[in-house]
C-alpha cells in the first residue's frame, strides 16, 4: 500500500505476548477483525499512554491528588505511576529528594518507607512467606489479644485486675507473668494491661509452626539467610542506582533513557532528550532513594529504634481511646525473644555495615576547604 505525506493510517495497539515494542503491536482495524479475537486490544496501554497522562494534568491543580490515585482508580497498578510525572518539588515533598533525611524526622516509618521494596521472610518450617514488619508486629499484636480475650470472656466483662473494686482475677500470658488486655469496672474507667507484642519473627502461618527460631542453633542459620537474601536485595538495588536511568517529568512524554542532551541543566534535570519536549529529565532511581532503601532495612531489625516506635505506638493508642467510645486498643510491652534478639542483632549489625559504606549522608569537609586552606598557605 503506497503511503504519502499527511495520510491518515488507522492503527490500534494490541496485547501480544513477547513482544515489547509498541510499533509492533499495532495492527489494523481490519487485521483485527479478521483475527476474530486473536487479537485483543491493549486497553492497559491506552489507560496508561493515552487517558491517564490528560486527567493528570487536569487535576494537577487539586490538593492531595496525584497520578498514582488516579490510575488505582483507572484499574491500573498505582505503584508504577508514584513518581509519574512528578518535579523536583513534589518530590521534595514526598521525601525522595536530597532533602529527604531533614523531614524523616517528622515522619514515622510507614510514611518514610512507603515507597521503599518491601522485605519478606519465608519460614523453613512450614514454607509461609510473609512480609517483615519489623522487630514488633502490631497488627498481630492487636489480633492476638483480642483472641486471647475473647478465649478468656473479658470481652464484655465487668471485671478488674486482681486487688480492683470489682474482686476478678487477671488474665495472665503463657508464661504466667505479664497480665494482658482491656477489663473494666462496672460503670468504671477502662484499665489497659500490657500485651506482650508479637515479634516480626513469629510465622504467622496460623498452623501451630514454631517459627523460624526455636532452638539456639537456628539462630545462626536464620541470621545467615537473611543476611544472604540482604545482600542479593542490596546489591539489586545498586545496581538499578548505578544503571542511571533518567526519566522525563512531562506526563505527556515519560521518556526514559541513559543518554543525555547537551542543553543544559536547570533544577537539578536535563533536557528531556525527545524532540519538541518542554519536560526535564530526572534520575529514575536517585541516591536519596537508594539511602532510604538502606535506611529501611535497617530500621527492620533495630531493636532500639523498635521499642521507641513501640512506645509512640502506645501513646496513639491511649490518645484515640480519649476520644472515641469504641474499645481500646490493649498497650504493648517490649518484651522480645533472646533468641529472635540475637537475629535482630546480628543482621542489623550487617545492615550498619552496609550503611556505613554509603556517602550519601556525609560531607568530605576536607574537599569543601582545601582549596582555601591551600590559597591560605
Known amino acids: 500500500m ?15 505476548k513477547d513482544v515489547n515494542q509498541v510499533s509492533a503491536r499495532a495492527h489494523h482495524p481490519k487485521e483485527i477483525a479478521d483475527a476474530k479475537g486473536a487479537l485483543p486490544i491493549d486497553i492497559n496501554w491506552y489507560l496508561s499512554s493515552q487517558v491517564l497522562p490528560p486527567v493528570a494534568r487536569l487535576c494537577a491543580p487539586i490538593e492531595e491528588t496525584n497520578a498514582a490515585q488516579i490510575a488505582d482508580c483507572l484499574g491500573l497498578d498505582a505503584r508504577q505511576f508514584h513518581s509519574y510525572g512528578s518535579t523536583p518539588a513534589a518530590r521534595a515533598a514526598d521525601g525522595d529528594e536530597d532533602d529527604e533525611p531533614i523531614l524523616a524526622a517528622h515522619q514515622n516509618d510507614e510514611e518514610r518507607f512507603k515507597r521503599c521494596q518491601k522485605f519478606e521472610v519465608t519460614c523453613h518450617k512450614c514454607a509461609h512467606k510473609w512480609q517483615l514488619t519489623g522487630v514488633f ?20 466483662s465487668t471485671q478488674t485486675p486482681t486487688g480492683g473494686s470489682g474482686g476478678g482475677s487477671a488474665m495472665d500470658t503463657k508464661d504466667g507473668a505479664t497480665p494482658t488486655g482491656n477489663a473494666t469496672t462496672a460503670g468504671g474507667p477502662v484499665v489497659s494491661l500490657p500485651v506482650p507484642a508479637v ?33 542479593l536485595e542490596i546489591r539489586a538495588q545498586i545496581a538499578m542506582f548505578y544503571d542511571a536511568v533518567m526519566q522525563c517529568d512531562d506526563p505527556a512524554c515519560g521518556r526514559r533513557s541513559r543518554q543525555l542532551t547537551v542543553r ?7 533536557a528531556c532528550i525527545a524532540p519538541k519536549c518542554q519536560g526535564k529529565m530526572y534520575p529514575r532511581y536517585s541516591s536519596a532513594e537508594l539511602y532510604n532503601q538502606l535506611m529501611y ?10 521499642r521507641d516506635s513501640l512506645q509512640a505506638e502506645n501513646k496513639r493508642r491511649r490518645d484515640a481511646s480519649l476520644s472515641s467510645t469504641a474499645p481500646p486498643l490493649p498497650q504493648l510491652s517490649p518484651v522480645i525473644n533472646k533468641l529472635h534478639e540475637e537475629v535482630f542483632a546480628n543482621v542489623h549489625t550487617y545492615v550498619e555495615s552496609v550503611l556505613e559504606r554509603n556517602a550519601y549522608c556525609y560531607v568530605q569537609l576536607a574537599s569543601i576547604f582545601k582549596p582555601q586552606l591551600h590559597a591560605a598557605s
Open 2 to 16: 503506497a503511503v504519502r505525506v499527511g495520510d491518515h493510517i488507522p492503527y490500534i495497539i494490541c496485547e501480544q
Open 264 to 270: 543544559g541543566v536547570t533544577n537539578g534535570g536535563v
Open 297 to 306: 532495612y535497617s530500621s527492620l531489625f533495630d531493636t532500639a529504634h523498635a
Open 199 to 231: 515479634s516480626g519473627l513469629s510465622c504467622p502461618s496460623g498452623i501451630n509452626c514454631p517459627g523460624l527460631v526455636e532452638h539456639k542453633h537456628d539462630v545462626i542459620r536464620v541470621s545467615t539467610t537473611l543476611i544472604n537474601q540482604l545482600t
Open 137 to 156: 508486629d502490631f497488627a498481630r499484636s492487636t489480633r492476638a489479644a483480642g483472641a486471647a480475650l475473647s478465649a478468656a470472656g473479658l470481652l464484655a
